[in-house]
């Protein structure tokens, strides 16, 4: 079964469109639990536990495990989700980008080192750097497209001269016509950006949108429900980071991330066309 | 003293533009050390002992050490590097590119975990996300500008609608004007393209540019020096990767990747304007 797949059924089995960020910061986690050995891997088994009914995927961030020299709870963590909830994609957001043969590194390293379900990558090198890990027909590819930072414009926005499309357009227009033969990509479009995700949804149809920016960065779940879900309520993963792993900051955090999961969902259903 | 004035002194000491990519393969390196605990480190180790006199650089490349399981090896490498030849700019390739919390953690991972004196980054994101790398005045930030693969021009190339300028133009005028306050910026331009790297060279006056694509890749060595070098013969950075790593396959791979660095130093310094 393939990532969109798998996505789908997930959607519909856990009637959820939320996807929970695993981007734990040693100095934000519960005091109880920092002085475990792998502390990262901990927090992350008691949210996932607290939390594997009512999301869609789970996307930890490959930056907080490396900046703070603690890869191997991110190994932990993937290990521990492919033996115990195989059902649930799990997103390694990563944003790789490299020639050729460094991106087949690269998607050794998702695919079959972390056996990530997807990964993102950044398109700005080129089709060719893509290839290596659109050949995984399994795996999903989830190509930065309109990202959710004040800054994103700087280049995203640039119109072209010719096609008189901004640059992100570029991109959607490539995923949706060039790069998706094996029905495995997806792309970023942060929840800041609304009319934007409107216009990238009616240019790609029902591929998959990972959407991050809801919550702490300030992004409105209404406007993106009304412009980015597809005709059946699906299309989305929506993803909230900080206000869910850290809705709670004593022993009962997981409890506390499963309420605030819980109020996510519900508020994206109350949205979607059939929920 | 800063990654800029670490490179002009060790251009100046060692009269080398050359940069020595450590892109291990544990699959192509020599048999003899294939079976050590640490294999990729044991390599490159020998190969920094038979090559610190005639380069300007080591550029160890993040993909092979994560995709195939060796980070530890990657942290023996710089460690080795920091302990016994400090004054060597060491650049990891990395092309890191992510919002701003999630930037902060891979330049804490580049610079504080690694004690990389440079790392690279992908701009598509936007000006916002190269701060928190931007931050560290001592260290480089290397900026994606015009790379080295076939399908660089997919998004490069395109032509920005009023300023009738390519993006890449676009990044390396952002690179000059915007980003460079504590003369800490440097670019990437690939071997491959000549014409672009003299444009590029003119807009950002003396600004290090780190050049891959020559060898393997097929960039030309006299275009390159004739197109991009400063006015005094510094400001590149020639990254050679498997030329030099696989120019033996025995036990004598070290001895043979220093008289590969040799060639490729003299080949470069023929075309120096002051060498």
Redesign the interface.
Known sequence: MNFTQKLQNIWTQNNSLVCIGL?PDIGKIPECIRSEKHPLFIFNKALIEATADVVCAYKP?F??Y????M?PDLEMTLDFLKANYPHIPVILDA??????P????????AFQ?FCADAVTV????????LKPFLRYPDKGTII?CR??????????D?????S?KK?YV??AE?AAIEWNAHQNVALVVGATWPEELQQIRKIVGNMPILV?GIGA?GGDIEAVMKKGQTALGFGLIINSSRNIIYAGSDASFAEKARAAAIELQCSINQYRNIA
Do not use: C, W
């Open positions: 981007d961030q930056a907080y490396l900046g703070q020299g890869i944003k790789f980008g490299d020639i050729g460094t991106a087949e590194m690269y998607a050794r390293a080192h950044n398109p700005y090198m080129g089709g060719d750097t930065l990202t959710s930072n004040p800054g994103s414009g700087d280049f995203q640039l119109v072209m001269e010719g008189e640059l570029e991109v490539k991050p960065q």
